[in-house]
């Protein structure tokens, strides 16, 4: 099964990818990863979820998301572990910025169109630096992705 692999100071989060769920989405995240466009980014957001992409930066996404696959195809709900595509509200289908939910947030499954889950955390080392990032952005107001690549 493909992975992405997100590296940090923190260490590595590796992502399941969930063809089941959101084929078009996964396929849209690893061309995005594969063109190096998460590299030098960061986590910049942490409340519920821990967010990145490429907000805050001059690098955007070449192309948005066309299609939200949230009700498509096996629905996994917004719980701890899962990554989602970030979005606005309908018709927006999101771009490179996606999070990691830090519980369950199954009010996610339907708001603004239901904000569609791609990947899992794969295990349980990941989930620590996943909660490491967490607490680190509360006050370094970001934690610093070094590089991402498929596995």
């Not at 089941?20 to 910049?44: H, I, M, R």
């Not at 899992?120 to 610093?144: C, L, M, N, P, R």
């Amino acid at each position: 099964m493909e992975s992405v692999v997100i590296d940090t100071p923190a260490g590595q989060i590796v992502l399941k990818m969930k063809h089941d769920a959101a084929p078009v989405t996964c396929k849209y995240v690893t061309d995005l990863v594969q063109s190096g466009l998460y590299d030098g980014t960061s986590f910049y957001r942490s409340d519920f979820v821990i967010q990145m992409g490429t907000y805050g930066t001059t690098t955007k996404a070449p192309v948005d998301l066309q299609v939200n696959e949230t009700n498509a195809h096996v629905k996994i709900s917004n719980t701890r572990g899962t990554a989602a595509i970030a979005h606005w509200d309908v018709p927006d289908c999101g771009n490179s910025e996606f999070f990691i939910n830090l519980g369950t947030n199954a009010h996610l499954d339907t708001a603004y169109g239901g904000y569609c889950v791609f990947a899992v955390v794969e295990d349980e080392a990941s989930f620590a630096v996943v909660d490491s990032i967490a607490q680190a952005i509360k006050t370094q107001k970001s934690v610093a992705v070094n590089g991402v690549s498929m596995e």
